[in-house]
């Protein structure tokens, strides 16, 4: 028996008791198609962490029944005394949590680097088997496992890829769900931040589903970006599957959503359709950024400031007068912010035009 509310340990035990079938709640439900799914060790390692804490959390009412000695298949805690277990659970989450974070100052050093390298950052997201990953592929050529089931990428990959100019650091993420668990949803947080720090996000819609699927999906991933705290952050809504579509019935759909999601582009990841067009939007965010100007006194220096600006940004004009080095270029604003600083840091000056 699965429950979509929570249940006690109490409440398990009983239920299972009185009927002879095993009663799970929707949290051990998740946890147990994460594990199934877990494809890397840091999302492997997020899951152990989750329920340990999970376990923690009901740990009095888990010994207390084990001493009732009737419980049926609890992993033996009857051996154990509470504060033994409650040692044991701690050391192993501390241990966890250790790991966890070397796994994620590794994240860091990778996203400076690609940062150094001027590459822009685009991540898609979307509720689970919204067909992501699909996506991905399509745009990257790519394989990652794609299946019909949800869950089927647990932690973030990525690819660089190249969409007309840009260089692009393309992600792809965990599915969104519902109601998801206080502790899974920090659980997962390190492998969000991919698509908390992302220039443009791909939010993608099964569009093959009922009205009503559709709107709670698209509103729930809304909140999701929301609550991990990418507001703000450029969304384009990819209306996937647009292939199991008759045209009228796509086109209501579409005039449905219009009012929730933020720059619709209407798409078939699995056949390729229409993918010009979302590239282009992507494109045309990437490149609406940030165009400036600068002038700085020639000397070593700058020279290497400019040399990296071809590297780095989209150079449109290159001049020298006197002593002087003007320039004109495009970059992503973060990146037009650290040549800003650099410039003035030389005594240069530094102008953004809107
Ligand atoms: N008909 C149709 N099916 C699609 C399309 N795109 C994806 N699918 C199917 O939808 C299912 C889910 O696709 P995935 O790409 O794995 O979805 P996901 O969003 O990555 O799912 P999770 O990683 O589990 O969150 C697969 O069976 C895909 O073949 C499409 O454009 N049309
Ligand atoms: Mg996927």
Known sequence: MIFDNNLTPFQAYNLAKVTGVMAIDRFQLILEIFSKRASTYEAELQIQLASLRYELSRAKERVKLARMEEQPGFMGLGKYEVDVYFEAVKRRITAIEGKLKKKREERQLHRTRRDELGFASVSLAGYTNAGKSSLFNLLTEETVPVDNAVFTTLSTTTRAVQFSKRKVLLTDTVGFIDRLPLTLVKAFHSTLEETI??????????????????????????????????????????????DTLEEDELKRKTELLKKYAPNPVQISALHGTNTTALKQQIVGFLESFVKASFSVKISNESMALVSQLFERAHVQNIQYEGDLVKGVFRAIPWLADRIQGRVEKLGGEFNREA
Do not use: H, Y
Not at 212 to 237: N, W
């Open 197 to 242: 720090l992302s220039d443009v996000i791909i939010l993608v819609v099964d569009m093959s589903e009922p009205d009503e699927d559709i709107e709670r999906k698209l509103s729930c991933s809304l909140d999701t970006i929301e609550q991990i705290g990418a507001t703000g952050i450029p969304v384009i809504t990819a209306l996937n599957k647009i």
